[in-house]
């Protein structure tokens, strides 16, 4: 029987080959190719339940706990969500093959960039099916192969799905290893998916920090990487009371569980009158407040006091810390330490503190008087999402199709020659 | 005494603490930075030859080559190059700050994107010290930190250059720590430096294959790199005569040494009437020509055979290897198999096969009638390089300021909140 190594060698290698393929496809195939895995999903329907339903009894008998589980679901309204997510990438314009910047140099050649896909990608994630196919929905709209691989406990669900991609993709007379889904619940197969530059382009990991900091500290291809969203909204000394007050409660309470939700609320040593209103209407909404002592002498009712660690964490939950601030040189320094570098918000009306808190803050988002909740690909008008990347090189921030691609410069000559 | 990584450690928590004063530096300060630089060295000459000199002596000792010594000579010419090179950065256009398509949401919030300096930027290369002056010039004109780990066969030249870097950023006021040359010859700081992401953002190795591998292989931060240049000219069935010979001549004999030389010509076998008169052309220059067996029919003056070794070899010298191929299919799949995805160049008058070649070719420069020696950040019209990345991720080709920087989402709010 052949090794882990030699089988994800095997899938690299086929990727590869692939993927030169799918980056020559025309749109009109890449599209037909997403309609063709959209009706081989709908055919299927009844397969895809019955495999998901393998997976569920096989999750409720390891114990899986009840967040995990829903993860898992695949039932009829999210395979309707499956439906209309690939309607939806193949009305998305193609990212592909657009030449930009063209210009005429003095030597006489003219010279543009080329938008081209960035050949292999491999996707890293955890419980939840529909990943198998809003990733390889995304990976084949911009011409790359996709390697993906899911969680183990997904796996008879992950299996079904392949089967309805390579349905698609015969259907259209496109290589079935453009999209390939690992098929064995072996963890030594992310170590090898990780370890072959030569197979592998970029590796995007989605799930949770443990995942992601293991692949990037191993990985020896480049990793997209998305860690904690420890978001800040920044209540200036100019702040609009009333803008303030809704974007502190939307930031936070909209939903929780979001990378992109606040978690530390800084207010201007000026800015206290608002304080108490918004601590109200966050702690209406059922959020538990942790205040510096300042935060707390302002506001009696918060009786837990924000401990060092507080600053440090994604909540992921109805908890946020507050602290007080003066001014907005120590609300940037607050943030600059404790930041994840994912959104940050400044609630003001001055201009100039406006502009410095949008140059000077080194987020992926920088905002001005707008919840942070708006952080998100759909929200950017990118039309999809991959995920959402706190590092600076090639893509920062919501990743939509054009983080998949990449750029060659095209030089049109007529017989030029350097001198 | 403290360890190289105590050292290390102490140069990037100096740097990133640097790179948050010099990125929200004005341009006119940074100009001002680059300048004052410049007038250090003018005055400095002298100091600058003789530690040079130093250099040179201990070379001769060491037994350094012919090329080596010379890539390590800093003359009056050099440092005259070196002083224009600071003033023409100095008038390159502000990389930072621009926010572009900046468009309206549905929800009524603004979206765009502004460039942003990355940080920190590590860069580590080899004998010539021109480099200290030109890698400190564009990352402080882009708005970053730079630690540059020059050779140890220069370092009384870079610790000389460094003195002129310190006098000038001292005389604007800037934090001496934005340039900071690392002042060991011990070749573990090299091995800290590209292990440190808590303090450095990315690194940029300049200098042989063995250097850029090991840096790659190693790093546990993103590496811009730069490996061969084993750039082809394909000569299409339907090439001009005249295009295909200039072209031809000059992408192999302009210069040897330089990445961008075609290292192996590929002509289709309904072009070979062309090859006689280029083989002559290019061999009474003075080059050795290395023939496919066919090759070697149509011109019997070639008698060396090109083994699968020379398709794989960057010459960097007078050598060229020739294969005939059977059209543009065969030509793609042997740069596909050999080429280093620097830059490839097809000659042909087919608009339908041109644009093919341009679409298809997988390499960082893709030109049609055009000499491969174009592919440079001045001929694109950059202003300014600081390497050519034969990566996909993040910058692709010359890379020049915009290299240097990220962008940043930027949203302009009124108070907007997420439904």
Same mark, same amino acid.
């Given at each position: ?112 960039? +080329? ?49 309805c991609i390579t349905e698609g993709l015969e259907q259209v007379g496109l290589p079935t290893a453009v999209v390939q889904v690992v098929d064995t619940t072996d963890r030594a197969a992310v170590g ?174 920088? +905002? ?52």
């Amino acid at each position: 029987m052949e090794s882990i190594q030699q089988y994800m060698q095997a899938v690299g290698a086929d990727a590869r080959a692939a993927s030169k393929k799918i980056a020559a496809a025309t749109v009109a195939s890449r599209n037909a190719a997403l309609i063709a895995i959209k009706d081989a999903i709908a055919r299927n329907r009844e397969m895809l339940l019955k495999a998901n339903r393998e997976d569920l009894e096989r999750g409720l008998v390891s114990g899986l706990d009840a967040p995990l589980m829903d993860r898992l679901e695949l039932n009829n309204e999210r395979i309707d969500g499956l439906l209309a997510s690939l309607e939806q990438v193949a009305n998305l314009p193609d990212p592909v093959g657009a030449i930009d910047g063209v210009r005429t140099m003095d030597s006489g050649i003219r010279v543009g960039k +080329m938008r081209v896909p960035l050949g292999v990608i491999g996707i890293v994630y955890e419980s939840r099916p529909n990943v198998t196919i809003e990733a390889a929905a995304l990976c084949l709209k911009s011409g790359n192969a996709a390697i993906l691989r899911g969680g183990s406990e997904a796996i008879s669900s992950n299996r079904a799905l392949d089967r309805c991609i390579t349905e698609g993709l015969e259907q259209v007379g496109l290589p079935t290893a453009v999209v390939q889904v690992v098929d064995t619940t072996d963890r030594a197969a992310v170590g090898e998916l990780i370890a072959m530059p030569e197979f592998v382009d970029i590796v995007i990991p989605r799930g949770g920090k443990g995942l992601i900091e293991r692949i990037a500290r191993d990985a020896r291809v480049p990793v997209l990487k998305h860690l904690d969203g420890i978001c800040h909204v920044f209540i200036d000394a100019d702040a609009d009371p009333e803008k303030a007050l809704a974007i502190a409660v939307n930031a936070k309470t909209q939903r929780y569980g979001t990378c992109n939700t606040m978690e530390t609320l800084l207010v201007d040593a000026a800015a206290t009158a608002l304080l108490p209103s918004i601590a109200t209407a966050i702690s209406d909404k059922g959020v538990e407040l942790r205040g510096c002592e300042r935060t707390r002498q302002i506001v009696p009712s918060i009786t837990i006091e924000a401990a060092e660690e507080d600053w440090q964490t994604e909540y992921l939950a109805p908890i946020l810390s507050v602290r007080i601030v003066d001014g907005i040189d120590a609300a940037m320094a607050h943030i600059d330490q404790y930041s994840s570098g994912h959104t940050e918000s400044i609630v003001t009306e001055n201009y100039s503190t406006a502009m410095r808190f949008m140059r000077e803050v080194d987020s992926s988002s920088v +905002m001005v008087n707008a919840s942070t909740r708006f952080a998100d690909g759909f929200e950017y008008g990118l039309g999809a999402e991959i995920g959402i990347s706190t590092d600076k090189l090639h893509a920062r921030g919501p990743v939509g199709l054009e983080g998949l691609t990449s750029c060659k410069y095209v030089v049109f000559g007529d017989g030029h020659i350097r001198q």
